[in-house]
Every structure is written in C-alpha cells, then in structure tokens.
C-alpha cells in the first residue's frame, strides 16, 4: 500500500518551511500546474497515454445488485482490528483503520466500538427507555413514542478516553494510526434531544446530574451533569443515516458531544436525575486520571483539541523521492478546528495546512499540506488549534502535568487517559514510516 504521490508540476512553488513542506495557500495559486500534480497526470504522460482495451470485466454482464452492499472484495483487507477476537469474558476493542479511510465520516462496519460486556441483542419492540428520579413525571418510552418527537442530526466525533494512550508510554510504541488512535470515529448521529424529553418529564429543581444506564450485561452507567443535557445530549437512533450498528448501541445510546467516549452509554435503557453523582465503577477505576501528585481527576469530561497524520503513516510506505500530500485528522471537544500546522523536521519549522470544508464544530476536520520529500530523513507531526483558542501541549508539557504510564503499555492497554499531544511519524530514507518520539 502506499501513500499518494505527486508526480511534478511543482518546479513554480517554494517551500515554506524545512524538509519541502507547502503552505496552504500553494492550493490556491494551483492553475494547471498544480491540477496536473493533483491528478498525478503531467501533460506529457496523458498525451503518450495508451490506448484503452477491455479488461475481463468489461465483456459481459457484471454482477447482481444486491438488497444491502458490501465494500469490493479487493478492499477485505480494510477492517478494524480487534483485541479480543475470540471474546474472551473481558472488554473487546475495534479500531478504526485510519490511514485506509479518507474523508471525514467514518462508515458504520468501520466505526470503533468498545464493549465491556459484548452486545446485547435487543429485540428494539420490546426495549424501553425510563426516565425517572428528580423529575415533575417519571415517563417510560418504546422506540415508536421516540421517533415521534422531533429528530435532529449533528455530525460528531465520539472519542474513548483512552484513545491514544500508547503514547503515555516512556518509550515510543512501534505502531501505526490504528493502533494508536483508532478509537475515536466521526459519524452523523441522529435522534431526540435529551431537553425535548425532560421537557415532557419535568425537572425537580434539585436535580443537578443524571445517571444514564445501559442494558448490557454491565448495566454500564455513568454519571453526567444536568447542564449537558439541556446544552446538547442527544438520544441517537440512526448512525450516518441507518438504525445504530448492533455494536454501537442498539436501539439507542446515549449521546454527549465531545464528552469521552466511556460516558455515551449504549443500549440505553435508564435516565435517573440526582442531586449527586452515582460514582460507579467507571467512575472509580478506569476513566479518572490519576495525577503525579498522587490525586486524580474524578471526571474528565472533554476530549480536547487533537490532531494526528493519518497519511503518510507507518504501513504506508513512500515509493521514492518527490510530491505527497500529508493530510491527517483534527477535531475538539471545545468547537471548530480553527487551524493546523504540519511540521517534516520534528517540529523546528512548520506551514499551515488547508482545511478542508466543512469545518464543523465537534466533528472531524481533514487538513492537508503538499509535501516535496527529498528521500532524505524528516520527521512528520501535526498541531491543531481550536475556535475557543486551545492548542495541543506538546508531549513534554503533557507529561510533566499528567506523569507517564504507570506500566509500560501495549497497545491494547489503558495506562492513562485523554493524551492529545501530537503524534511524530519519522520518515527514512527507505520510504518507510516509524512511530518516534520528537
Ligand atoms: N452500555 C455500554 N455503554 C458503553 C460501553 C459499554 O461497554 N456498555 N462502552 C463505553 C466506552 S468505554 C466507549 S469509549 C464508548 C464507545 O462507543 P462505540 O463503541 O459506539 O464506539 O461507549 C461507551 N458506552
Ligand atoms: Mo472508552
């Protein structure tokens, strides 16, 4: 597999930082030169281009359409990869394959899952949602009485707290995108604003959280504010325009944008409003941040400004010296993506990438920056900046606030959480992409 790559027409165009990296603006001052170099066609190649014959498939009838399609047999290699693959009686993890998918929205098959427990197979006519606790008039709802309230949709990433934690390892991990931060996915999520509901239930003034319940094994609950639910906590019932995938909560979750990921708790079956927080297990153990102080963070609610290069990355090896476009993934908790840098010498010098449209809030941004790789070593990184004036520590200012692993990790492993500092992939001489720290 390799990275896309550039053929020429970029003689007319000066680096503006080391190691061959463009600015965003080269995009703009493109002309033909630069359509030639997108399209990887120069002029010459498409005038000596050879005449077209007709493969195999192009002499008879093609295959029968089918009631519900499947990516190409030639695309079986684009999966998550699993932790747990012959669910053992512990958590299972999926990955999204980064550096396979372009774009910004990740297909359902695609989407990353953690489940502590398995998925529970909810028959949806006999599920109920009850929402009940400190509220005016405790109401129970099947999935027909949702659908008749108004729906609304919103692009939004969902992101595990323990995303990108191999990177709280002392010493760099040799893994690629997936391994690293496959678990944060960016779907178009539909469903019933949780405010709607508790307009029908009524609030008791008292009623400063909620704990939302899962109807899996686990009863995974979670405890989240009152203020969320009337900002923008969404009961979501499609996934990128089709019923939630068994796998992501069936018939209903939860939905907390830019909350971490352990809080949308799937399978929803129990809203109860309290005064207080329920401090349930994963309120206890995994999900609280221990700090180098010794203290750790009972909640951790925002998945903060982050960005990674999703290509070139390691398993997308470079054919030779020449034009490539970097282009990663940005996203934050605290609004739009206002900015990306990409550096190729590890951060000394760095041009802005292109950010692709839409730029929405909560949701995956795509940035892109034009590359000339000379053959020789570089070492590739991303920063983002949000709309609300966040920027991504460095890995340094990170750890000195938060500490590293306290047990070297695997990849699976959860050793800390909410790491967003960049991620540094070194390029060699060979063309090929390693995980390095820089
Ligand atoms: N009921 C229930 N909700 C759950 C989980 C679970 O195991 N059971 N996993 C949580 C975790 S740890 C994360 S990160 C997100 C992942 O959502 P996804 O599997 O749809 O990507 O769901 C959360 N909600
Ligand atoms: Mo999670």
Same mark, same amino acid.
């Given at each position: ?164 934690? $191999?990177?709280?390892?002392? !010493?760099?991990?040799? *893994? &690629?995108?997936?391994? #690293?931060? %496959? =678990?944060?996915?960016? /779907? ?123 290509? $070139?990355?390691?398993?997308? !090896?470079?054919?030779? *010296? &020449?034009?490539?476009? #970097?282009? %990663? =993934?940005?996203?934050? /908790? ?105």
């Amino acid at each position: 597999m390799s990275t896309r790559r550039f053929i020429s027409g970029w003689d007319d165009f000066q680096p503006s930082a080391a190691n061959g990296l463009f600015d965003r603006r080269a995009f703009f001052k493109g002309g033909a030169a630069l359509a030639a170099t997108m399209t990887g066609y120069t002029l010459s190649e498409s005038a000596a281009a050879q005449q077209l014959t007709d493969a195999q498939w192009s002499l008879g009838p093609g295959s029968p359409v089918s009631g519900y399609d499947t990516p190409s047999r030639f695309e079986a290699g684009v999966a998550r990869s699993l932790s747990n693959p012959n669910a053992e009686p512990r958590t299972q993890h999926g990955r999204t394959p980064h550096h396979l998918l372009n774009g910004t929205f990740t297909p359902n098959g695609l989407h990353f899952v953690i489940s502590h427990t398995g998925h529970p197979d909810i028959d949806p006519s006999q599920h109920r949602l009850v929402i009940h606790g400190l509220v005016e008039r405790p109401l129970v709802f099947t999935l027909d009485a949702l659908m008749r309230y108004p729906l609304v949709s919103r692009m939004t990433f969902l992101e595990c707290g323990g995303n990108s934690a $191999p990177l709280w390892s002392p !010493e760099p991990v040799a *893994a &690629g995108v997936q391994a #690293i931060h %496959g =678990l944060v996915s960016c /779907a178009e999520w539909t469903g019933v604003m949780l405010s709607t509901l508790l307009e029908e239930t009524g609030i008791d003034p008292r009623a400063k959280w909620f704990i939302a319940e899962g109807a899996d094994a686990s009863a995974l609950h979670r405890s989240v504010p009152v203020a969320k639910a009337l900002d923008d906590a969404m009961i979501a019932l499609y996934q990128n325009g089709e019923r939630l995938m068994p796998g992501n909560g069936y018939p209903m979750r939860l939905f907390l944008p830019g909350w971490e990921g352990n809080m949308n708790v799937k399978w929803l079956r129990r809203i109860e409003l309290t005064e207080e927080p329920a401090l349930g297990f994963y309120e206890a153990r995994t999900y609280t941040p221990i700090l180098p102080s010794g203290k750790a963070y009972n909640f951790y609610f925002l998945q903060e400004v982050k960005s990674f290069i999703t290509h $070139p990355s390691p398993g997308l !090896e470079l054919s030779g *010296a &020449g034009l490539y476009e #970097i282009s %990663g =993934l940005a996203y934050s /908790a605290n609004g739009r993506i206002s900015k990306v840098m990409v550096s190729a010498d590890g951060g000394s010098s760095w041009a802005e990438a292109a950010l692709q449209e839409p730029v929405l809030s909560k949701a995956f941004t795509r940035f892109r920056a034009p590359w000339r790789w000379d053959g020789g070593p570089a070492v590739l990184q991303s920063r983002a900046w949000d709309e609300a004036g966040n920027v991504q520590p460095t890995r340094t200012e990170l750890v000195a606030r938060r500490g590293e692993a306290r047990r070297v990790p695997n990849v699976l492993g959860f050793p800390s959480q909410h790491y967003n500092g960049p991620t540094s992939w070194q390029v060699n001489r060979g063309g090929e992409v390693t995980h390095v720290y820089a």
